[in-house]
Every structure is written in structure tokens, then in C-alpha cells.
């Protein structure tokens, strides 16, 4: 390589390790709160070898014993926030190496927008700090921290943190401004989250769930919404609990259409309107990832039409549709 090339080589690289490192100190500021990790007089910490939030809710931790091989009589994790605590039962893990890894697989649950009766810690709003309690055979407690492992920048076809599949909230893993691992949980807002939408020879059927809902479910009606013009065509949802089903209205949508028409689906209470989308996903590009294709659906009136049910690049749930057209009616 002549040292032309050589000393380009050099600086692409070098150019490419300040990249990294900006980014890494961005998504660190980002993930950091302004909060401490351990209150009153400082604690020893440890640095785990694992920590994450898998699927929006399954909390994952490994870290190394802080005695040593010296295997605790029981150790747990307690997460703590504004008096209240939760904790987790630690497993003990021995290492081909001789030492001792303390582990934990558990899910999280919203206190407000889960199940009480479902198994794993129920957190709500705010930031829980990880404490680990190791006890010795003699009954005596000691407290640990657990220090903030090293900022990743993630991207990558998935999302680093999506939000839970059964409350909506997210339990996101940050840093505290002392360096400390911290878990924030933030519940879910008002939202009508898309399940699935049947393509029929007749018909789309929309499938939902609402999300903290703000009034009781009759007061919801559905509605598709035409982008461009603000037109309304209303539809009358079908409730179970806080799932809602129902039928496009495509003859209504379409009537008096030469061209085709792009509708958003949305709920509406009062003069709120909540659009149907797919949040509940670690997916990036749900457009990219969710494709369907287009159909031809014929309505209750005789007529055809050419219909594309989809999600947007924001998750979105659209209908676009367009009457097919004789060669005399083109004339």
C-alpha cells in the first residue's frame, strides 16, 4: 500500500472512532436522568455483565457476586422508588472460572395498566433504583449498587426499548448522574392499538384494543378520516372489554369517487381522535416490515374497488381506495 493510501486509511479510521464515540456520548446524555442512584451514604457497586429490557417487559440482569465464590445464603434484587419497593429473587450460578454469577429473568408489570395478579414486580410511573441485597448464613445484609453498563448506540431493524405488549407502558434502563443503573417506567397514554385487519372479497374488518382509556368504551366511535379534504365517514365499533372490531364502510368512502381516496381509521371521543396504529412492536419501519397487498373488494352496491389496506411509516393504519371504471364511463 503506498503511504498515500496508508495515511487515508489512517484518517477514515480515525474519523470513524470520533464518530463512535460522539454517538455514544449522545446516547449516553440521552438515556441519563437527573436522579441519583443511591441515597444517604454511598454503597460499593457492581458492574453487571448483562442488563436489559427484552420485549418491552422481560427484565434480564447478571452480575458477578460481590463475595467472590463465596455463595451468599440469598440474594435478591430490590428495585426502589419513593419508599416503595419490589424485589426479585437472584439465581446463583456457578462459572466454569470458579466464580459466582447472581441472575435474574423476570417480567415487569404496570401497577395501573397490568394484571395484579400477574407474576413479576409492579412498577409504576418514575425512576426504580437497582439495589442488590446479598445475605450471609448468619443473616446479615449487605447492599450494593449496580453501576450503568456502557452506552450502546442501537440500529438495527428493531428498537432498543419498545414498549410492553400487554400494558403499553415502557421500562426503559438509564443511568443515573453518578453513574448508576436505573430503571424508568413511563405508562401508556390513550391509544387505540391495531391487533389485525381481515381481507375479505367483501370487506375489511378492523380488530383493536384500547389503550388507558379516558371514558367508558360506548363513549369511543370509529371513523375514517380523508386525508386532504378533513371528510368523515363514521363507524359503529363492536366492544369486548377494551377490544373494538369494525367493518371499513368502503361503499360509503368510495361513493362519488372517479380517483383514488386515502383515508386514515382513527376512534373519536368528544373532539379527541385517537389514530388506529401498531405501536405495541419493537419493529423500526413498520411499513417496510408489515406489506400487504391490493385487493378487489366488491360492496354491498355492486361496485368494485381497488383497496390497499396499510400501515404507514409511523405505524398508522390506512385505507386507500378507488372505484374500477368502465371504458364508457372513462369516455
Same mark, same amino acid.
Given at each position: ?10 484518517? %477514515? ?97 404496570? %401497577? ?42 442501537a440500529d438495527g431493524p428493531t428498537l432498543p426499548c419498545p414498549p410492553s405488549a400487554t400494558s403499553g407502558a415502557t421500562f426503559r434502563p438509564v443511568r443515573s448522574v453518578d453513574g448508576h443503573a436505573m430503571i424508568k417506567v413511563a405508562g401508556p397514554r390513550e391509544q387505540a392499538e391495531l391487533i389485525r385487519f381481515d381481507l375479505r372479497w367483501d370487506r375489511i374488518t378492523v380488530h383493536g384494543r384500547l389503550l388507558a382509556a379516558g371514558s367508558p368504551y360506548a363513549d369511543y366511535t370509529a371513523e375514517a378520516v380523508r386525508r386532504g379534504s ?102
Open positions: 500500500m503506498s503511504e498515500a493510501l496508508l495515511s487515508h486509511a489512517v484518517a %477514515a479510521v480515525t474519523r470513524a472512532r470520533r464518530t463512535v464515540g460522539r454517538v455514544r456520548r449522545r446516547v449516553e446524555q440521552i438515556n441519563t436522568v437527573p436522579a441519583l442512584g443511591t441515597r444517604a451514604r454511598p454503597r460499593p457497586t457492581v458492574r453487571p455483565v448483562h442488563l436489559s429490557v427484552l420485549s418491552g417487559r422481560t427484565l434480564n440482569l447478571a452480575v458477578p457476586c460481590p463475595q467472590g465464590s463465596a455463595s451468599p445464603a440469598e440474594a435478591r434484587l430490590v428495585l426502589e422508588h419513593r419508599g416503595r419497593q419490589q424485589s426479585v429473587l437472584l439465581e446463583q450460578e456457578p462459572q466454569p472460572d470458579g466464580t459466582l454469577l447472581l441472575t435474574a429473568t423476570a417480567p415487569l408489570r404496570h %401497577a395501573r395498566h397490568d394484571d395484579r395478579a400477574a407474576a413479576g414486580p409492579q412498577l409504576d410511573d418514575g425512576v426504580w433504583r437497582l439495589t442488590i441485597v446479598a445475605v450471609n448464613r448468619a443473616g446479615q445484609e449487605t447492599r450494593y449498587g449496580i453501576a450503568a453498563p456502557d452506552a450502546r448506540a378533513g371528510a368523515v365517514v363514521a363507524a359503529t365499533p363492536v366492544w369486548d372489554g377494551d377490544r373494538f372490531t369494525f367493518d371499513v364502510p368502503l361503499a360509503t368512502m368510495a361513493r362519488g369517487a372517479r380517483t383514488q381516496r386515502m383515508w386514515d381509521l382513527q376512534l373519536r371521543r368528544g373532539r379527541t381522535r385517537i389514530k388506529i396504529a401498531r405501536r405495541l412492536t419493537d419493529v423500526r419501519h413498520p411499513k417496510k416490515v408489515f406489506r400487504t397487498p391490493f385487493r378487489t373488494v366488491a360492496t354491498e352496491d355492486g361496485a368494485l374497488l381497488r383497496v390497499h389496506a396499510h400501515l404507514s411509516a409511523a405505524g398508522t393504519f390506512a385505507v386507500s381506495c378507488a372505484p374500477f371504471t368502465t371504458t364508457e364511463e372513462t369516455a
